[in-house]
């Protein structure tokens, strides 16, 4: 885990901040989801239909359910600079869903800072890529530029 601090953030520039601890995506954090969201699409809570009639055999967990990982995952991983008085999600520059993450697969980020550029009273605005692995595929369920607001 990185331990940034707003002097030497420029160093972690081009640098892999790392790989997260596994996550396991079940059901029940699905289903959470989609009470949360209102998306009860069949293919994310229906398990039996889903193993009947989904090619993922199973249910699937929402796109944007994994794509909520990715804060979370990136300050436990270190990317919020210690000595900043606040971090702010600001938003993602790209996204791509790659892989379904089916129903009781384990996921981890990997994140590296691609760029750091100076915004208006001292705040920095830091450019990241973000890799949402998921255990034994050998593909990501997505990956994303993600922007992050560093406010010293």
């Known amino acids: 885990m990185a331990k940034i601090k707003l ?4 160093d972690f520039v081009g640098q892999n ?3 997260s601890d596994w996550v396991t995506i079940d059901q029940p954090m699905i289903d959470q989801f989609a009470a949360c969201t209102g998306d009860r699409q069949w293919i994310h809570v229906d398990a039996e ?4 009639e989904s090619a993922a055999g199973g249910t699937i967990a929402h796109g944007f359910l994994s ?5 979370p995952l990136g300050m436990d991983m270190g990317l919020a600079p210690v000595d900043a008085s606040a971090v702010f999600n600001y938003g993602l520059d790209k996204v791509r869903f790659l892989t379904p993450v ?3 697969n ?6 590296s800072m691609t760029s750091v550029e100076p915004k208006d009273n001292g705040r920095l605005l ?3 890529n973000a890799v949402l692995e998921i255990e034994n595929s050998q593909t990501p369920a997505l990956v994303a530029e993600t ?3 560093v406010v010293p």
């Not at 002097?7 to 420029?10: H, M, V």
């Open 17 to 19: 901040l790392g790989t």
């Open 49 to 52: 239909r889903a193993s009947k």
């Open 126 to 128: 830091i450019k990241g």
């Open 147 to 149: 922007l992050t607001l």
């Open 67 to 71: 794509l909520s990982l990715i804060a």
């Open 102 to 104: 089916r129903s009781g």
């Open 106 to 111: 384990r996921v981890r980020l990997q994140l």
């Open 7 to 10: 002097e030497a953030i420029r």
